[in-house]
């Protein structure tokens, strides 16, 4: 690649190990036709983007009239497909949460509800109409405004986040957003400290042992780099997990996405017909799925308890 900022990594960002094997090319058709390589480390398993671009320059990676779940198009039939089963997955999402705040001897009234990285804020507006004490971040400016032009829903900066008070929440989401995150040790550890005891974590990611991202291979489109930094699996989550004092209680699969992540895969490979035969890939895949279990899924909800015993947070570096 050229002279461009770039973040480069020597050992695992996950486990610390210098054992990396480069293990896929990944072309970045959806904007940039720049090629990444994804980087798996032989310790712990751990796939990442190697080489991604930094802070300063990553925005550019984000700028195309398709990226969904800013830009709300509705125009074309994959994004058709997408915003009819996004009012089911709101429900499901709500169902979800309830379900672990009541595990958790957390079901009150009003929970807190903080969402990090709400798009053009669907999920969290949806939320604060159930009743939930919903605050949500968003980094992309365009976004922000439309929730607010939308809805009137106020969402904040991302750099909020330093503002809040230690268990200010009891519940904290990230949907389909880790990945995008470049400093993901100290926000980990800072989504651990916002949250109260017993406090529910909830992750969506896709998922690189799902039955489509083996079909598909390096071309499969929810490796999305260089936007999706970490590609986790439900091993690599679980140690994720474990490193910064949560513990993995639930997983739900999302079949959902198994037929999404299919479509896009195809369109962005010129197919003929891409919406068939992501369908077909789709079903094909989800079938398969449903025979061998969550793990197996295109994307995973992952529910994460913070453990209460946390043993005086020792200093995690950065990577
Ligand atoms: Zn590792």
């Known amino acids: 690649m050229n002279s461009k900022k770039q973040v480069h990594f020597t050992s695992c960002p996950l486990c ?21 390589t994804l980087v798996r480390c032989s310790d712990c ?62 079901a009150i ?15 969290s507006y949806s939320m604060k109409q159930k009743g939930w004490d919903v605050t949500a971040t968003e ?63 909830v992750l969506a990611l896709p998922n690189h042992s799902s039955k489509d991202a083996l079909h598909y291979k390096d071309a499969w489109a929810a490796y999305d780099a260089p936007r999706h930094l970490w ?12 490193r910064h004092g949560f513990e993995v209680v639930k997983k739900y699969a999302m079949p959902f996405d198994t037929y999404y992540v299919s479509m896009l895969t195809e369109k962005e490979l010129h197919h003929t017909m891409p919406f068939v035969r992501g369908m077909f890939h789709g079903l094909v895949s989800h079938i398969k799925s449903l025979f061998s279990g969550v793990n197996s899924s295109s994307s995973v909800i992952y529910v994460l308890n913070k453990k209460t015993t946390t043993n005086k947070e020792k200093q995690h570096e950065q990577r």
């Open 16 to 36: 610390g190990s210098n054992h990396l094997a480069s293990d896929k090319l990944y072309t970045d058709r959806y904007v940039s036709g720049e090629k990444f």
């Open 45 to 106: 398993g751990f796939l990442f983007t190697q080489d991604f671009p930094d802070q300063t320059v990553i925005h550019k990676y984000y700028e195309s009239k398709d990226y969904i779940s800013h830009s709300d198009t509705h125009k074309g039939i994959v994004n058709h497909v997408y915003h009819q089963v996004r009012r089911f997955m709101i429900n499901r999402k709500a169902g979800i949460l309830r379900k672990a705040l009541k595990n958790n001897q957390l």
């Open 109 to 123: 009234h009003s929970p807190r509800l903080l969402d990090i990285g709400t798009g053009t804020g669907y999920f």
């Open 139 to 201: 980094a992309n400016e365009t976004a922000r405004t439309f929730a607010l032009n939308h809805f009137n829903f106020k969402i904040l900066p991302v750099k909020a986040l330093d503002e809040f008070r230690p268990h200010s929440f009891e519940v904290i989401t990230l949907w389909h957003v880790l990945e995008h995150i470049q400093d993901l040790h100290q926000t980990v550890d800072k989504l651990h400290e916002l949250l109260v005891d017993h406090g529910v974590l």
């Open 231 to 242: 590609h986790f699996n439900p091993d690599t989550l679980d140690k994720l997990a474990n």
